[in-house]
């Protein structure tokens, strides 16, 4: 079971580039998150996906954007990277809103 | 907004010595989940708690929920090195919303 595969694992991206994050899950699972990991700290929600087509704002939405167009798939969209952004990210999965939440191997970004 | 807090942020421990982290919020919680990430590695779900008081064991970890569904702790009998790595509890404020608030996590490490 592939489970949730994200990519890549590893980017470094120049200030004012964008770039997607590609997060998919093969568990048929409706609900979908992306959070965001600084050192040190817990997980902040970005955004999340209650099935496809519906997605809505986290804590911190701010300089990302995502679309949900099937269950697999839950890409993350940064437009004009900043400093700020560099951090881990990671996407999970779940099948229903109250279970265990299935994570990616994350994708570790630093912005330049 | 709706915070969870999670402490100590580190614990060093003697290999075979308990080690114990808490979670505190300010508001009741729906439920909780714990979970444990490797360094450089994702989250994996251990546990999830719902009722007031419940108590679960899992070998040598035992979880604890508060009776005022407040608070929870994670409990470990005689550490072993294979337990190093930030535990994290994340805390459900409402079930129709399906957004976990994460802990900022316990680092623990063990000496052999």
């Known amino acids: 079971n592939a489970g949730v595969t994200q990519t890549p694992k590893f980017r470094i991206l120049k200030i004012g580039q964008s770039m997607t994050l590609q997060c998919t899950q093969d568990m048929n699972h409706n609900y979908m998150y992306w959070y965001r990991q600084d050192p040190g700290m817990g997980l902040k929600l970005i955004y999340y996906s209650v099935g496809a087509g519906i997605t809505d704002k986290g804590e911190v939405p701010n300089g990302y954007n995502v679309s949900r167009s099937t269950t697999e798939d839950f890409p993350l969209r940064l437009e004009l990277a900043a400093p700020s952004q560099t951090s881990v990210y990671f996407c999970?999965?779940?099948?229903?809103?109250?279970?265990?939440?299935?994570f990616g191997q994350g994708t570790r970004l630093t912005v330049v | 907004g709706q915070q969870v807090m999670q402490i100590p942020q580190y614990q060093h421990v003697q290999e075979g010595e308990d080690f114990t982290t808490y979670c505190n919020s300010s508001t009741t919680l729906s439920n909780i989940q714990w979970y444990k990430q490797r360094p450089g590695g994702h989250p994996v779900f251990l546990i999830q708690l719902v009722k007031s008081g419940e108590v679960k064991k899992q070998k040598r970890l035992t979880f604890q929920f508060g009776e005022a569904k407040k608070n929870s702790s994670l409990h470990i009998t005689a550490t072993q090195t294979t337990d190093v790595g930030t535990y994290f509890c994340?805390?459900?404020?409402?079930?129709?919303?399906?957004?976990?608030?994460f802990g900022d996590g316990t680092t623990l490490t063990v000496k052999p």
């Open positions: 999970a999965s779940t099948p229903r809103v109250v279970s265990e939440a299935f």
């Open positions: 994340a805390g459900l404020y409402n079930t129709n919303a399906g957004k976990s608030t």
